[in-house]
Structure formats: C-alpha cells, structure tokens
C-alpha cells in the first residue's frame, strides 16, 4: 500500500496550476458534501428494520460508508483518519441541516454537478486529466490532499 505522502505526490502532479487548486479546495469539498448528502439521503427502515437502528444522525447509510472508508484512511495514518472522521461528521452534521430546509437528495445533485463542472474547467485549465482516471482511489485522496494543503496555509 502506498504511503500517504506518496498519493499525495501522485496526486500533486495533475494539480499544479494555481486556478486548478483554488477550483479544487472549493469543488473537492462540496463534491463530498453532496456525495455524504446522497448516502444521508437513503432512507433508512432497511437499518431499522434489520439492524433495530432508530438514530437518524448516527445511525443511517452516511454514517456506515463513512466507517467503511475511514479504514482506508486509517491505513494511511491515526491523524489523517481523525482529519476525514472530523469532516465526514460536519458533512453529516450539515446534510442533517439542510434536509430540514429543503429537499436534500435536490439539493445534494444541484450541488453535485456543480462540484463536477468546477472540477473538469479546472482540469481544462490545468491541460491534464484528474487523477481518478488512473486510480478511483484517487477519489478518497482528493478531500484528504485539499485539507492537507488548506491546513497548511
């Protein structure tokens, strides 16, 4: 398995223009939100049902994939995982707010492909394909890399 620093520098290389960074630290994070918003989504009476959860913020579809990709996170390191824990909580934190205020599956698409638009003008920009194309594991990379460099700053 590769080393954090090394999927960082692998990811590093189609991101050096400085419009395509600045269009990835705002589109890297909402694309996630919109993605834990598709999975908070997800009605939850299959966990109910079979797994007797009743907790709609702890315990919903959101919540079971972020544990999931949290192990491969934590493969990369204890701080790296706290980091994408910690955002993966807003993230579910904030879907849970905006559901009450409108229709969240809506808003989480409108988001979405606004998120995706951004990404590929700044791939445009920059004149090299996003990294996902190589590696889908690039997609859990892009969220850690953009708080990394954020965190940086």
């Known amino acids: 398995m590769k080393t954090a620093e090394q999927w960082f520098n692998e990811y590093a290389i189609s991101h050096q223009n400085e ?3 600045l269009v990835h630290y705002i589109c890297v994070p909402i694309i996630f ?3 834990v918003g598709f999975l908070v989504s997800i009605p939850t009476i299959i966990l109910e049902e079979n797994f007797g959860l009743y907790n709609p913020i ?34 579910i934190v904030g879907n849970f707010w905006l559901g ?9 698409i ?3 492909v606004v998120g995706w638009i ?20 690039f997609l859990l990379i892009g969220p850690l890399w953009v708080i990394q460099k954020l965190f940086k700053k």
């Open 100 to 108: 009450h205020h409108t229709n969240l599956l809506f808003a989480s």
């Open 19 to 21: 419009t395509n960074k």
């Open 33 to 35: 939100f919109s993605v």
């Open 110 to 112: 409108a988001i979405f």
């Open 118 to 137: 951004g990404q590929f003008w700044g791939h445009k920009v920059e004149g090299k394909k996003p990294s996902f194309i190589k590696d889908l594991q």
């Open 58 to 91: 702890f315990e919903n579809w959101a919540v079971v994939v972020g544990l999931i990709i949290s192990l491969f996170y934590l493969q990369l390191g204890f701080w790296y995982f706290l980091n994408m824990l910690f955002v993966m909580l807003i993230c």
